[in-house]
């Protein structure tokens, strides 16, 4: 299993261009997360997906982000239009439904690291 | 979801038994504490997970007293490739969706 596919790897652009994320979860997860992770303020959460629907995006900053998932192995973040603020580190993570006692550890890719000039 | 405290760095020496201890004095009675690891340039990864007592896998042990309010991470014999941060997290296994990050403990082994 290749884990959680991340990409770009890296991305570099410039104030108000539009910026996609992507993600492809670990085969048979029926969850998907995608964080963000900064100096100033830690690893938070911006939403997650059950079965490809939006659950809580109560941790997405504001309208310029939007994150979809049309199928249960391809998931996107954009940001338009994107601002120096924006630069951080964008994780994706999978994990399959929860079952009884049993706790499923979330898997994390390797990250996407998104500067904005 | 309860509130957790770490001690925001620790060094040890390779070889060394390192513990590190959260607080968490606001857990529930559906909490379970997790620790997830992360090295430089990578995603979080699962450590361990308990409820309460002792739980001890491949990699770490967990301890957790009767009042369940702190817990600490040992790892044995710590090598320089333990290296990273060290998360503590509290929350319900079923709304375990909810991850919350804190500031963690960043480990610094050293030869």
């Known amino acids: 299993d290749a884990g959680v596919i991340q990409s770009p790897r890296h991305e570099v652009t410039e104030m108000g261009q539009e910026v996609t994320l992507r993600c492809k979860p670990i085969?048979?997860?029926?969850?998907l997360f995608w964080y963000r992770q900064t100096m100033m303020r830690g690893l938070e959460l911006l939403i997650y997906f059950n079965n490809n629907v939006p659950i809580d995006d109560s941790g997405m900053p504001e309208d310029r982000f939007s994150a979809k998932m049309p199928n249960a192995s391809f998931s996107t973040l954009k940001i338009q239009p994107s601002e120096p603020r924006d630069s951080a580190v964008y994780f994706c993570?999978?994990?399959?439904?929860?079952?009884?006692?049993?706790?499923?550890?979330?898997?994390f890719g390797p990250g996407t690291r998104l500067t904005v000039l | 979801l309860a509130k957790t405290t770490q001690p925001i760095s620790m060094d040890s020496y390779e070889g060394q038994e390192v513990n590190i201890t959260c607080s968490h004095n606001?857990?529930?009675?559906?909490?379970?504490i997790t620790w997830y690891q992360q090295f430089p340039s990578q995603g979080p990864r699962f450590i361990i997970q308990g409820y309460k007592t002792k739980v001890t896998n491949e990699v770490a042990s967990l301890f957790i007293p009767a009042d369940r309010k702190s817990s600490t991470l040992s790892l044995p014999r710590v090598s320089l490739s333990d290296t990273a941060v060290y998360y503590c997290?509290?929350?319900?296994?079923?709304?375990?969706?909810?991850?919350?990050f804190g500031g963690g403990t960043r480990l610094m082994v050293k030869p």
């Open positions: 606001n857990i529930a009675t559906n909490d379970y």
């Open positions: 993570a999978s994990r399959t439904g929860t079952s009884g006692n049993t706790y499923n550890e979330q898997f």
């Open positions: 997290l509290v929350g319900d296994m079923e709304a375990g969706n909810m991850l919350t």
């Open positions: 085969s048979g997860h029926d969850y």
